[in-house]
């Protein structure tokens, strides 16, 4: 079955230390390609996104994914984490051969310490 | 304020009665989505819409319905078929399928 997979479901990190959550998808076709974050008690909200062009995506707060087609993944990055940055990741992805719905991965938790 | 609204944030029913949560936005958005998230499984496909009048169901739609009769509202009923409703119900939308989704805040449903 097609689907999202992030295999890190827990992560805890000191401040300043870098970070690396995977991602991998096993669809075909075209992607679109999403992470989302939710921070305590907040709505979800998008952190960065690929549709084309340049592999490596920068988004808000310093996050930044780099989309391998020959890997199917779309791991999520930052090099120097912050307490604040404690939250759930999630990666997401539509296909245009799988009806363009939004399909999510697990989710990964992120706890950073100060 | 554009966005998506949710209400109630939070609901209690008891086991047996169907409940509708409500989705409404007014970001003139032609696809809406209803998502369940439940600890350590992410979020789960209930139902989506690509434009008003259709639905389509996600990956678990049993025990729920859903109605696009106006763009900017999308109901979700859970009804007593849902073996087990209890969990977050998050509604989104988006411009058109594939594109940027935007979610409301939730509704955290409990069924005793």
């Known amino acids: 079955a097609q689907s999202v997979s992030q295999h890190n479901h827990h992560v805890i990190l000191s401040e300043a230390a870098s970070l690396e959550l995977g991602c991998n998808y096993s669809?075909?076709?075209?992607?679109?390609l999403f992470w989302y974050v939710q921070y305590p008690g907040q709505h979800l909200q998008l952190l960065l996104k690929?549709?084309?062009?340049?592999?490596l995506v920068k988004g808000i707060k310093g996050f930044e994914a780099e989309f391998i087609k020959s890997k199917f993944s779309f791991n999520l990055r930052k090099p120097s984490v912050q307490w604040s940055d404690t939250a759930e990741y999630f990666c997401?992805?539509?296909?245009?051969?799988?009806?363009?719905?939004?399909?999510f991965g697990g989710g990964t938790r992120l706890m950073v310490k100060p | 304020d554009g966005g998506i609204t949710q209400s109630p944030k939070y609901l209690f029913r008891k086991e047996g009665q169907n409940v509708t949560l409500s989705c409404e936005q007014n970001l003139n958005h032609d696809a809406m989505y209803w998502y369940r998230q439940d600890p350590g499984q992410g979020l789960r496909l209930i139902y989506y819409s690509q434009i008003v009048n259709d639905f389509q169901k996600g990956d678990i739609a049993e025990g729920y319905s859903v109605s696009r009769e106006k763009k900017e509202s999308f109901p979700l009923t859970v009804t007593s078929a849902q073996k087990n409703p209890t969990a977050f119900y998050l509604c989104?939308?988006?411009?058109?399928?594939?594109?940027?989704?935007?979610f409301g805040q939730g509704t955290r449903l409990t069924v005793v």
């Open positions: 989104a939308s988006s411009v058109v399928l594939n594109t940027e989704a935007f």
């Open positions: 690929y549709f084309s062009g340049d592999p």
């Open positions: 997401a992805v539509t296909a245009n051969n799988a009806g363009n719905m939004l399909t």
């Open positions: 669809y075909g076709g075209t992607v679109n």
